[in-house]
């Protein structure tokens, strides 16, 4: 279940930038609510990205894997509120999720602005760098954080799913050049 949630938090990461999200974690060690709010604002982010890449994407194979992102992430969201219910957390606002989803309206905006094959090139693009940032951040930041044993082995379960994101973003923006 915690899979999705780590989906999520690629989302935030991925509209956000790469530096964004390593250093606003880094500045304090995430409390399991507060990874649980950062996820949950994250998989937010990722449907709206991926909302917009359907609309707007002219090219197959980049609406296909928006598609895939839309699929992940709105699953992701199911699953976390799960997860949130079970585990009896209540998600804990924090300058993280405030700064990823203020980062995450900037990047919508400036996509927004492309077309065509400039912004299929760029949402790819946006996509590699995200999943790259978030497979750090798993590793580095939100699983050593994480202090109940479910939510930490769903976020490693998630880093290899995550691992699999990449691969395909980086295989779509390999075939856009």
């Known amino acids: 279940m915690f899979v999705r949630w780590s989906t999520a938090i690629a989302a935030a ?3 956000s ?7 606003a974690i880094a500045a304090d060690k995430p409390t399991d609510p507060q990874i649980a709010h950062i996820a949950y604002t ?12 359907q ?12 598609e895939d992102m839309l699929r992940d992430h709105e699953a992701v969201n199911k699953q976390a509120l799960a997860l949130v219910k079970k585990l009896n957390v ?5 300058d993280t999720s405030r700064t990823l989803s203020k980062q995450a309206s900037d990047k ?7 077309d065509g094959a400039a912004f299929d090139k760029a949402y790819v693009a946006n996509e590699v760098a995200y999943h790259k940032a978030v497979n750090g951040a ?4 939100l699983i050593p954080s ?4 479910e939510l930490k082995s769903l976020l490693q379960t998630g880093l290899k799913i995550f691992q699999g994101h990449q691969q395909h973003a980086e295989h779509v923006a390999a075939e856009l050049k």
Do not use: S
């Not at 609309?55 to 928006?66: I, L, P």
């Not at 209540?90 to 924090?94: F, I, R, S, Y």
């Open 17 to 23: 930038g790469p530096a964004l999200l390593q250093g």
């Open 55 to 66: 609309k707007k994407a002219k090219n197959k194979d980049v609406k296909a894997f928006a």
């Open 146 to 149: 994480a202090n109940n044993a």
């Open 13 to 15: 990461i991925l509209l």
């Open 108 to 114: 919508l905006a400036e996509l927004d602005k492309l």
């Open 42 to 53: 994250a998989g937010v982010m990722d449907i709206n990205a991926a909302k917009q890449a």
């Open 90 to 94: 209540t998600p804990e606002d924090n």
């Open 138 to 141: 798993l590793e580095t930041q």
